[in-house]
């Protein structure tokens, strides 16, 4: 086992730092730089982007899928009013994954009692449960949970947009350190010229010596995880990049220089270089029209309505391939629907029947046509296009 850190207390050295004689300030300070060197040993997603040449066209949306559902699943969560059932339903759902763990279950209800949307980044983060599920939801794309969050992913990225517009009128540079597994490094290595796409919140710090100091020494011992350095050039004039903010006046550690990227930013991957067993891997935030695959999926959002809901995120899902998780949301919304909101009725009857094509359960979708096409014979004229459409997909 590597020792990270020694703290020393109550006494002097040269070789050993921080050297500290009151408890209380040794107590949170090892607190403080373990949250830090969790989020270090954590992993986290990235999607790296690939052109488009030609021929190699139905491949590359297949390479670039993950992106695509991504940002289509991050846009609806933003923009999707949420209820308090949903904000319920997350409680209780972690009331029962941690039930009899005393400590998180009480900062729970601390949650549940005192939770508002100014408080967002102050939860976020704060070491409980609500970092760890979130980030977790991200990395392995757990759309249900990501549903239920969407209140608390709406707040931050209210709060950022905030805090940008306030705050940040200069370029940055900002760092972040992280093991990776060779195999991530490798394909990180062979990434230069190219975007990736970070698949979560990215936490920053303004001050490199901080985060050099937490990712701590190279370990002889150690050959299956790599130290990097993430060096991260943004400028505030860049438009169309989704917020970034210095987040310390709504931290709950508000002495530190943190700095909070939106989930689903993009950035070029500029160089790589080894520099006395630390990787250094230097990135720039990205303007998001420099990503070819931002014309489809402007394509794809001109086709949304404008208001958003259930149906926006079970097209969004259709869209990215996620079919079943797409029927869940399709039913849902039927559920959730009054009988006289008939527009919306028909359209997820129709989304629904569209999945079933796709899964080759015609009979299915036949059926799911049917009702569609008897709810808007009640409503509309026999020639109006919605019924033709219908009609066409029979």
Known sequence: MQIWKLFLFFGWTFQVKPVITELCELLTQITNDHVKREKVEEPFSISVLHGVDGEQEKSWLDINGNYLHFQ?????LIRMKSSLNDKDEFIELCKNEYHGNSLQYNILHE????????????????????????NKAFR????????????F?????????????????????????QLLANDELATLVGSVGKIISINSFFSTSLNRDYVVFILGDADPNENSLKRVLFEIDAGSDIQNSK?????????????????????????????????????????VLCKEEENDLMKLY???????????NLLSLGTALSISGKFDQAERFFRRMLRELST????????S??????????????????????????????????DHPDIDFIYNNI
């Open 72 to 76: 289509l699943l991050i846009d609806v």
């Open 111 to 134: 949650f549940e009692n005192t939770y508002c949307s100014d408080m967002a980044i102050w939860w976020y983060t704060r070491e409980s449960f609500l970092y760890r599920i979130l």
């Open 140 to 151: 392995i794309q757990n759309i249900d949970l990501l549903f239920l969050l969407r209140f």
């Open 153 to 177: 992913i709406r707040d931050i990225h209210r709060a950022l947009t905030q805090l940008k517009e306030n705050q940040i009128t200069y370029p940055i540079r900002v760092y972040r350190g």
């Open 243 to 283: 917020p970034f903010a210095e987040i310390s006046e709504r931290s709950f550690f508000n002495d530190e220089q943190e700095v909070l990227f939106m989930a689903g930013s993009i950035f070029r991957l500029t160089e790589v270089e080894e520099v006395d067993g630390l990787w250094i891997i230097r990135l």
């Open 298 to 308: 402007d394509h794809m959002t001109k086709k949304k309505e404008s208001t958003i």
């Open 340 to 347: 006289d909101d008939y527009s919306n009725l028909a359209e």
């Open 349 to 382: 009857y129709q989304g629904l029947a569209v999945l079933s094509a796709e899964k080759g359960d015609y009979q299915m979708s036949l059926g799911w046509n049917q009702k569609a096409l008897e709810l808007l014979e009640q409503k509309l004229s026999p």
